[in-house]
């Protein structure tokens, strides 16, 4: 079945740098487009960064441009999100996402915690 594995969450402080990884398994991997959400506390749930299927093409929301960056290894199944000057507001549980296609159905990880304090 489909499976979204987030790992390399944690605590860091201010002004550090902590690397995403979610590991996908379950379905042809280079077939989709893949997305990074994250949701703090008391807040909606929010795009963080998008790459296409083959890791050409990537959008971020224009908030974070400059500080996050995301990336793709097709051949490991596995997508990446570098987050570096790392803020407070950063603070949030950050979520792999298999976009849809065609008739297929999105799918989500299950979310891996980032916290950033002193």
């Known amino acids: 079945q489909v499976q979204l594995v987030e790992s390399g969450g944690g605590l860091v402080q201010p002004g550090g740098s902590l690397r995403l990884s979610c590991a996908a398994s379950?379905?042809?991997?280079?077939?989709?487009?893949m997305s990074w959400y994250r949701q703090a506390p008391g807040k909606e749930r929010e795009l963080v960064a998008r790459i296409s299927a083959g890791g050409s093409r990537t959008n971020y929301t224009d908030s974070l441009k400059g500080r996050f960056t995301i990336s793709r290894d097709n051949g490991k199944n596995t997508v990446y999100l570098q987050m570096n000057s790392l803020t407070p507001e950063d603070t949030a549980v950050y979520y792999c996402?298999?976009?849809?296609?065609?008739?297929?159905?999105?799918?989500w990880g299950q979310g891996t915690q980032v916290t950033v304090s002193s």
């Open positions: 996402h298999r976009d849809r296609l065609g008739t297929i159905s999105d799918y």
């Open positions: 379950g379905f042809t991997f280079n077939f989709y487009a």
